[in-house]
């Protein structure tokens, strides 16, 4: 269902965590951490911004 779905958007969680271990630990000039860094930012523009934007609406049109 829609929960199930909606499931997708948790695919940058790794990113972030990832991006939080290598400032802990003083890699931020690395190239693994801007790498890490625009992924994270592209997917959550894509996967929380853009698809979860479109569940929202697509549930509102479908319940009216």
Do not use: D
């Not at 958007?9 to 690395?30: A, D, I, M, Q």
């Not at 890490?36 to 698809?51: K, V, Y």
């Not at 479109?54 to 509102?60: N, Q, T």
């Amino acid at each position: 269902t829609i929960s199930v779905v909606s499931l997708v958007t948790e695919c940058t969680t790794p990113l972030v965590n990832n991006r939080w271990f290598l400032y802990f630990h003083g890699k931020t000039e690395s190239t693994f951490y801007t790498i890490n860094g625009a992924m994270m930012t592209i997917g959550f523009l894509i996967f929380r911004f853009l698809f979860l934007g479109y569940l929202v609406i697509y549930i509102l049109l479908v319940a009216l």
